[in-house]
């Protein structure tokens, strides 16, 4: 069962443009994590949201948790060839103790 | 950082056979670790969340009596894929939380095992 839907799935873009993907429930959740996973290896944490409409930078990425806490969204500024990968937001519904991933959104930077 | 270990990283196995993946938080206890599968460009799907001393919990079409899940200490699961078929080769990783750490505290990731049935 995947509880988050992402989108674009799919995302090709050239090095310098901005891009956002989006993470949607209609589960409410305690807090959303974003991961980045390369091929062959375990996704990598990039930030926790906790709390409704809170907002995280990292560099250039922009991480904001919806009110609801039910969506996120992650917007990346001026994208560069390393950001490519598979990016992933998860979470545990506040119905249980699961940890789900998104449907993933595979992202290509082309230099 | 903490450490979790998967075992075997690759593994290829006859049509038939049964095939255990071993999961160890390495310096911290996990009360619950959490298995999934992934085919290539695909997300994660949960498989079944794996309590330290009761039984797993499996997701919706998840077979349990061909996904075995054993947790049976603070810093060790194991999946055995039993009676294997070419359809359950896939890329199968586990992730585990500090048991201090509560609910919002970080996932560790296995390196995942690849597993090819023939």
């Known amino acids: 069962t995947q509880l988050l839907e992402q989108s674009p799935q799919f995302l090709s873009i050239q090095e310098g443009e901005n891009l956002t993907v989006y993470c949607n429930s209609s589960?409410?959740?305690?807090?959303l994590q974003w991961y980045r996973q390369e091929p062959g290896e375990g996704p990598v944490l990039l930030v926790t949201?906790?709390?409704?409409?809170e907002v995280k930078k990292l560099k250039r990425l922009t991480f904001q948790f919806g009110d609801a806490r039910k969506d996120s969204s992650l917007h990346i500024t001026a994208a560069q060839p390393g950001d490519t990968g598979l990016y992933l937001c998860?979470?545990?519904?506040?119905?249980?103790?699961?940890?789900?991933f998104g449907t993933g959104t595979s992202l290509t930077v082309i230099p | 950082g903490a450490v979790v270990s998967q075992h075997p990283s690759w593994v290829i196995c006859k049509s038939g056979t049964s095939v255990k993946i071993e999961c160890r938080s390495l310096?911290?206890?996990?009360?619950?670790m959490f298995w999934y599968r992934q085919f290539p460009k695909q997300s994660l799907m949960l498989m079944a969340t794996?309590?330290?001393?009761?039984?797993?919990?499996?997701e919706q079409g998840v077979e349990k009596d061909k996904f075995l899940i054993n947790h049976a200490s603070l810093t060790l699961s194991t999946l055995t894929v039993t009676s294997a078929h070419p359809e359950d080769s896939s890329f199968y990783i586990c992730?585990?939380?500090?048991?201090?750490?509560?609910?919002?505290?970080?996932?560790?990731f296995g390196e995942g095992s690849r597993l090819t049935v023939l």
């Open positions: 992730s585990a939380r500090d048991r201090l750490a509560g609910n919002t505290g970080e996932l560790f």
């Open positions: 589960s409410v959740f305690s807090s």
């Open positions: 949201v906790v709390t409704g409409g």
């Open positions: 998860a979470g545990e519904p506040n119905t249980g103790n699961q940890f789900y």
């Open positions: 310096d911290f206890q996990a009360t619950t």
């Open positions: 794996s309590n330290e001393g009761s039984k797993a919990t499996y």
